[in-house]
């Protein structure tokens, strides 16, 4: 099945230690989503990929990159993680950006911990 | 950005229909409503999205108002499965478009 793939599904980090987040998609979708939820809050978006346009949310710290080398696949770099980062981080793609009405498909998340 | 509310929390019992509201007062015209779900520890998932008709599908139906300002999702036969957030989202019309999601409505299906 066409289907949006995280790994790992938890990731523990040491503070200020850099980590990878990855995300794959067999759905040849054009566009990648990366948002951040905390614990008991709402899904908030941190950048997508257009293609390969990059298009960053003013909110999002400079802390957190992405990279996306082919349409399959996207990673979110985190260089220096805090507690503060501690959460779900959650993949989503779209055949083009939403609000063209298309629809968003969401991976499973990754938990990431830092300790 | 247009913003959504709901209320926080809503009970239901199962094999009743759940009918979850959403107010969208500030929404433009070409911002559509969509409906997502979060089942507790995965990704949200896409239930339904309307402009300005009522839409149905195999998941839900949308109620949108004719001045737009609110909707309301129905789940016709509620399962101990659709216990969920679920997120009422107007999304931007423009070219790069995104889903800000609000804090949603915690529906709990009662046996």
């Known amino acids: 099945d066409a289907m949006v793939i995280q790994n790992p599904r938890y990731q523990v980090t040491q503070f200020g230690k850099p980590v990878t987040l990855s995300c794959s998609q067999t759905?040849?979708?054009?566009?990648m989503y990366w948002y951040q939820q905390k614990s008991s809050q709402a899904p908030k978006l941190l950048f997508h990929?257009?293609?390969?346009?990059?298009?960053n949310e003013a909110d999002t710290p400079d802390n957190f990159q992405s990279r996306r080398p082919n349409t399959s696949f996207c990673f979110l770099d985190i260089r220096s993680p805090g507690l503060g980062d501690a959460a779900m981080y959650l993949c989503?793609?779209?055949?083009?950006?939403?609000?063209?009405?298309?629809?968003?498909?969401f991976g499973p998340g990754t938990r990431l911990l830092v300790l | 950005d247009a913003k959504t509310t709901q209320p926080p929390s809503m009970d239901c019992a199962e094999g009743r229909a759940a009918n979850l509201p959403c107010n969208h007062s500030t929404i433009s015209g070409n911002e559509y409503v969509y409906w997502y779900r979060q089942i507790h520890s995965q990704g949200p998932q896409y239930i339904i999205h309307?402009?300005?008709n009522n839409e149905t599908n195999e998941m839900a139906s949308l109620i949108i108002t004719e001045d737009r300002k609110s909707s309301t999702l129905i789940l016709p036969h509620a399962t101990l499965r659709d216990t969920a957030v679920y997120y009422c989202i107007v999304a931007r019309g423009s070219t790069l478009g995104r889903l800000y999601f609000g804090r949603g409505t915690q529906l709990t299906v009662w046996p």
């Open positions: 990929y257009y293609d390969k346009d990059f298009n």
């Open positions: 759905l040849n979708h054009n566009v």
């Open positions: 309307g402009l300005k």
């Open positions: 989503a793609t779209s055949r083009v950006p939403t609000g063209q009405e298309e629809t968003q498909y």
